[in-house]
């Protein structure tokens, strides 16, 4: 099966998909309008009841009380109809993209033969099999993608992901399709020099840089909910990374003003070994939130079966750039003080901000204090600067030296040779 193929399938897959959970939508606010209607009936029948047996209260208001309930009732009635009409046609849509798609697959794959196309489970295990097939081939990928984007926090996960993109979009000859975006999440909750990394790490193979930027900043958006995210609601990650990603694919599709739908291929560098929920991850999938007609989204993980050591080597062969943070052993970049951080981790980082002169700590706790919402579940940060100043009268203030990072996981020859390299580089 070419690639193009392939590529149509899995628009096919995704307008099943989203025929599928319109449909589901509509289902649920079909029943919400009968639930309502429901109600309504019950307060007609007891102000009839008021109207009958006359309770004492004046008749003119319970005879007009009565019209208002039956005039609301009209209205949901009425709703119920359209939300029914809306559910047919929804299930009408979704069946015939299951049609259409059973009827591709069948022409086109020979997992049909084994099962109905129509189910679900067999779409779920169509759409698998097909991005394990791409993921498989990334040169024809590349090649067939309209842009290739490497979504780019500066850290050392994003700059191994961009570098691996590099390589094979040079390889297939399409370097120019790569573009580096970065979500600047607030300069008062970054490490400093984080967006002028992020740029640099573009500017080495000569690729177009975009900052994505949410109104509000990480900061902003606690305050303004009174209290912070956490795992299971990682606001901050959809409203002020994946969403602002989502507006920049809008505006590269029409850049690329193309008469076909565009195939954009984003390229994250996240890893297995970092979370359960990461392991769990495919190498590629379709962004079935961000595709829509005019684009198609597939979600591209390069360095998903890396280990941190895996990474750092690749760091080191390459001499690729890094920020100074990780030299005092601060395992990931990004926000200073992040939600899904260990106790230990978010210490250091309020020793570090101490050795740089930043306020984050503070600012941190003072907004804690005003939220009167703890930092994390298990603990506040104001325990976590305290746990600091203990270490700190301790151990005295932390001390790093460049290529510690490297030092330390791959050892002292690997760092002696990895800042030779980066001196030769220069
Ligand atoms: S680094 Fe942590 S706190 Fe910052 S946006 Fe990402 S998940 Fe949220």
Redesign the pocket.
């Known amino acids: 099966m070419d690639l193009t193929t392939r590529l149509h399938l899995l628009n096919l897959i995704r307008l099943s998909a989203s025929a599928e959970s319109t449909c589901r939508a509509a289902e649920r606010a079909e029943h919400r309008a009968r639930l309502r209607r429901k109600e309504a009936a019950a307060a007609c029948r007891q102000h009839r009841l008021v109207v009958h047996t006359g309770p004492g209260c004046d008749l003119d208001d319970a005879v007009k009380a009565l019209a208002d309930a039956e005039s609301t009732y009209e209205t949901r009635a009425a709703q119920v109809e359209t939300a029914a009409i809306r559910w047919r046609r929804a299930f009408s849509a979704s069946e015939r993209a299951d049609a259409r798609l059973g009827e591709e697959l069948a022409r086109t794959w020979t997992l049909t033969r084994a099962g109905q196309p129509r189910r679900k489970g067999t779409r779920l295990a169509a759409e698998v099999a097909l991005l394990s097939e791409l993921a498989a081939m990334p040169m024809e990928l590349i090649r067939a993608a309209s842009a290739l984007l490497v979504q780019s926090s500066a850290g050392k996960d994003s700059v191994v992901a961009l570098a691996r993109v590099v390589r094979w979009a040079k390889a297939a000859g399409c370097l120019d399709k790569v573009v580096v975006v970065h979500a600047d999440?607030g300069q008062d909750?970054e490490w400093p020099g984080v967006r002028d990394l992020a740029r640099q790490q573009a500017e080495r193979y000569g690729l177009r840089f975009v900052v994505v930027k949410a109104p509000v900043g990480?900061l902003g958006m606690v305050e303004k909910r009174g209290m912070w995210?956490d795992a299971q609601n990682?606001l901050?990650?959809s409203t002020?990374?994946r969403d602002e990603a989502a507006k920049f694919f809008t505006q590269i599709v029409e850049e690329l003003g193309l008469d076909e739908q565009a195939l954009l291929v984003n390229c994250l560098g996240i890893r297995a070994e970092e979370s359960p929920s990461r392991r769990r991850k495919p190498e590629l999938a379709i962004d079935h939130r961000a595709s829509n007609g005019r684009r198609l989204v597939l979600t591209w993980h390069p360095v998903l079966h890396l280990s941190e050591r895996d990474i750092w080597q690749e760091i080191a062969d390459n001499a690729l750039d890094y920020h100074p943070v990780y030299d005092s052993l601060i395992p990931?970049l990004?926000?200073i003080?992040?939600?899904?951080?260990p106790f230990d981790v978010l210490a250091r980082a309020v020793r570090l901000c101490w050795v740089l002169g930043l306020e984050t700590p503070k600012t941190y706790v003072d907004l804690e204090d005003r939220l009167g919402h703890r930092f994390k579940n298990k603990f506040s940060l104001a325990e976590v600067v305290a746990e600091a100043s203990r270490l700190e009268a301790a151990e005295g203030p932390i001390t790093w030296r460049r290529g510690d990072a490297i030092r330390h996981h791959l050892g002292e020859e690997a760092a002696t040779a990895y800042l030779q390299r980066l001196v030769l580089a220069a």
Do not use: E, G, Q
Request: aromatic share 12%; net charge positive.
């Open positions: 999440i909750a990480f995210p990682r901050c990650t002020l990374k990931r990004s926000c003080f992040c939600i899904l951080a």
